[in-house]
């Protein structure tokens, strides 16, 4: 049984590689004392692979992306993310500059028919003071909105810098490993082995 243990265990290791690590130890078996169940891990990460991360700030990032929107995407090469934010932002602007001047446009009518005076003339004779009314309400919910929608984009994109920079040094590669642990069950007379397989990736 040992020899078998040992060619499986060359088997597997020479077949991992060069840039692959390997354990294997025999720990005491609970269940029934005095045998001992082989324990295997490979795990596929090259050697050099182990070396620490470079630091990457995530206050940092959140400062620049306070200081200048779209700043911290930069910091963390998330590139691709500055059209996304301008042009959010841009559109706020537009829509906050449009609302605006028609909110003011309707406002200014109304003044022209209380003002009381007969030398100014009503620009929308045609539209009631309700409508007029109307309108100008509208339009201010209209800018409002487009200010909290521009107050909520720079705010995202602090909170997206700061939580890219946090993740900027966490591991996405193919990290997997592969664990397997040969068990024997006897059962009366008869004695039953397997393998269990077990692949993980972190």
Known sequence: MRSIQL?????LFLGTGVNSSAQFNLRPTNRYSGQFTPAFRFSGLPA??????????PKKAAIMSAVC????????????KLPIIYVAMGGCVFGFAYNQNEFAYYRDVLRVRYDDDTLTL????QYSDAAIVAYKNDF?????????????????QV???????HLYTFDVGPDLSLQWSPQFYPRGAQSYCGIGLRLTSR
């Open 159 to 165: 909170i997206d810098a700061a939580v890219d920079a």
């Open 7 to 11: 060619l499986l265990f060359l088997v």
């Open 48 to 57: 050099d692979s182990a070396a620490k991360p470079s630091v990457h700030s």
């Open 122 to 125: 009503d620009p929308l004779p």
């Open 140 to 156: 201010q919910r209209y800018r409002d909105l487009c200010v909290i929608g521009f107050t909520a984009v720079y705010l995202l």
């Open 69 to 80: 929107p779209g700043l911290g995407q930069i910091y963390n090469r998330k590139y691709w």
